[in-house]
């Protein structure tokens, strides 16, 4: 019950520092501490994992269950839909603050009318280069069909990804309330964000991306086949951040899986890889990634530099990364300060590479798939803590990695090792 205790905790700590931190812990002390919570749940976890406390036995399929767990999880996030429909009335023009759901919007809109969408937005002064992925516009189709608005499409999707969660769940030898607890979670996140950073979640779809997230994380947790290729391909064709953790699942998987498991999954994740990207986009247009890129640098670079007169970079004033530590430290201009920025976190996740497979090496008796949940976690985490240029709805797809390990631990803690 303890450690039950310690890990909800953590978790919302990590929830209020991501939303409202700044308040308690300031600009400067803000990041610290989420970077202390955040990895104290991945070290945990791992003790956890390693010790053989972790239940990872088999269950045995039930109907009933899958059925009530679908509900049960589709339910926890309908209780977010009151809040939320107030935050769309209280923010109808999200276009006036960020450039994000225009973009967005933009490529959807384009698309469904017949033509290629990747081209600036001209009726912005700065005309920003749409850098998104297909699976991060495409579902917007649910919205349009169903008529409402478009940051609906997140919120179905987090219904949809948390009853898929629940699913699992259900089957699970766990308690009712440590059941429903977790089911919560990822309804926590969501009201977090209301309550304390409404407009964040308001200009913003990352929603969409924190259920492709659970998904894939309940897949590869659950050891499922199905939704570990369908996880991959929803996360690698909406954001490229989980790419850096890829040579490792594929290093460990590679040993772990049945080779005919690993070619079904490899060769589905690229051939959706080329008829949802590849095809249709990048071999119309090769430029489309690196003007994206270019543009994305362009921006971290303008944040770095501020606004207004003197100028301000907004960016840091949040508290939830460490960029406002490296802008002090770092030598150069704003664009060389950038660079180095991202020349350490790149480093850092080659380095998070080698030490997860060492690791996972020395402790090979670790039960894998919570062990690439755990790995997964950390490379979001420290890629985002790292990145020269991070907005508060980013961390969404941390939170609910965050989640989904937290609903292991209470979930399927036991005091004695498990039997594997």
Same mark, same amino acid.
């Given at each position: 019950?303890?450690?039950?205790?310690?890990?909800? !905790?953590?978790?919302?700590?990590?929830?209020?520092?991501?939303?409202?931190?700044?308040?308690?812990?300031?600009?400067?002390?803000?990041?610290?501490?989420?970077?202390?919570?955040?990895?104290?749940?991945?070290?945990?976890?791992?003790?956890?994992?390693?010790?053989?406390?972790?239940?990872?036995?088999?269950?045995?399929?039930?109907?009933?269950?899958?059925?009530?767990?679908?509900?049960?999880?589709?339910? &926890?996030?309908?209780?977010?839909?009151?809040?939320?429909?107030?935050? +769309?009335?209280?923010?109808?023009?999200?276009?006036?603050?960020?450039?994000?759901?225009?973009?967005?919007?933009?490529?959807?809109?384009?698309?469904?009318?017949?033509?290629?969408?990747?081209?600036?937005?001209?009726?912005?002064?700065?005309?920003?280069?749409?850098?998104?992925?297909?699976?991060?516009?495409?579902?917007? %189709?649910?919205?349009?069909?169903?008529?409402?608005?478009?940051?609906?499409?997140?919120?179905?999707?987090?219904?949809?990804?948390?009853?898929?969660?629940?699913?699992?769940?259900?089957?699970?030898?766990?308690?009712?309330?440590?059941?429903?607890?977790?089911?919560?979670?990822?309804?926590?996140?969501?009201?977090?964000?209301?309550?304390?950073?409404?407009?964040?979640?308001?200009? !913003?779809?990352?929603?969409?991306?924190?259920?492709?997230?659970?998904?894939?994380?309940?897949?590869?947790?659950?050891?499922?086949?199905?939704?570990?290729?369908?996880?991959?391909?929803?996360?690698?064709?909406?954001?490229?951040?989980?790419?850096?953790?890829?040579?490792?699942?594929?290093?460990?998987?590679?040993?772990?899986?049945?080779?005919?498991?690993?070619?079904?999954?490899?060769?589905?994740? +690229?051939?959706?890889?080329?008829?949802?990207?590849?095809?249709?986009?990048?071999?119309?247009?090769?430029?489309?990634?690196?003007?994206?890129? &270019?543009?994305?640098?362009?921006?971290?670079?303008?944040?770095?530099?501020?606004?207004?007169?003197?100028?301000?970079?907004?960016?840091?004033?949040?508290?939830?990364?460490?960029?406002?530590?490296?802008?002090?430290?770092?030598?150069?201009?704003? %664009?060389?300060?950038?660079?180095?920025?991202?020349?350490?976190?790149?480093?850092?996740?080659?380095? +998070?590479?080698?030490?997860?497979?060492?690791?996972?090496?020395?402790?090979?008796?670790?039960?894998?798939?919570?062990?690439?949940?755990?790995?997964?976690?950390?490379?979001?985490?420290?890629?985002?803590?790292? !990145?020269?240029?991070?907005?508060?709805?980013?961390?969404?797809?941390?939170?609910?990695?965050?989640?989904?390990?937290?609903?292991?631990?209470?979930?399927?803690?036991?005091?004695?090792? !498990?039997?594997?």
């Amino acid at each position: 019950m303890k450690k039950k205790a310690i890990v909800l !905790s953590l978790f919302l700590l990590q929830c209020y520092c991501v939303t409202g931190g700044r308040t308690v812990f300031g600009m400067d002390g803000n990041p610290v501490v989420l970077l202390l919570s955040s990895l104290f749940i991945a070290i945990l976890f791992i003790s956890l994992l390693r010790k053989g406390k972790l239940e990872t036995g088999s269950y045995k399929s039930d109907p009933g269950k899958k059925a009530i767990g679908f509900a049960a999880g589709v339910a &926890a996030i309908g209780i977010c839909i009151p809040a939320f429909s107030n935050l +769309l009335s209280a923010y109808p023009n999200p276009g006036e603050i960020s450039d994000v759901l225009p973009q967005i919007d933009a490529l959807y809109t384009r698309y469904a009318s017949g033509k290629f969408p990747y081209y600036p937005l001209e009726e912005f002064d700065w005309k920003p280069y749409p850098v998104y992925m297909p699976l991060n516009w495409l579902p917007l %189709a649910i919205s349009y069909y169903l008529k409402t608005d478009i940051r609906w499409t997140g919120i179905i999707a987090m219904a949809i990804a948390n009853g898929i969660w629940g699913i699992f769940l259900w089957q699970r030898d766990a308690t009712l309330v440590t059941k429903l607890i977790s089911l919560l979670m990822p309804a926590i996140i969501i009201l977090s964000f209301i309550g304390f950073s409404g407009m964040d979640i308001a200009v !913003s779809l990352e929603t969409l991306i924190a259920a492709y997230y659970i998904i894939l994380a309940i897949g590869i947790a659950n050891n499922n086949l199905l939704l570990i290729t369908i996880g991959l391909i929803l996360c690698l064709l909406s954001r490229y951040t989980m790419v850096f953790w890829l040579p490792l699942f594929g290093i460990i998987g590679f040993q772990q899986m049945a080779l005919k498991k690993n070619i079904i999954m490899w060769l589905s994740v +690229l051939a959706a890889i080329l008829v949802i990207y590849i095809i249709p986009f990048y071999l119309k247009d090769p430029s489309i990634l690196q003007q994206g890129i &270019a543009y994305h640098n362009k921006c971290a670079v303008s944040e770095w530099t501020g606004h207004g007169n003197p100028p301000i970079a907004y960016i840091f004033s949040a508290g939830i990364y460490l960029g406002s530590y490296f802008k002090t430290i770092l030598p150069g201009d704003n %664009a060389t300060q950038v660079f180095i920025m991202r020349s350490i976190q790149g480093l850092l996740m080659a380095v +998070l590479n080698v030490w997860g497979i060492w690791y996972y090496r020395k402790h090979n008796g670790m039960y894998y798939p919570y062990y690439l949940v755990v790995m997964l976690y950390l490379f979001v985490l420290l890629f985002y803590l790292f !990145s020269p240029m991070l907005f508060k709805y980013y961390h969404i797809v941390t939170l609910s990695l965050s989640a989904v390990l937290c609903s292991i631990m209470i979930t399927q803690y036991q005091p004695e090792p !498990s039997i594997k």
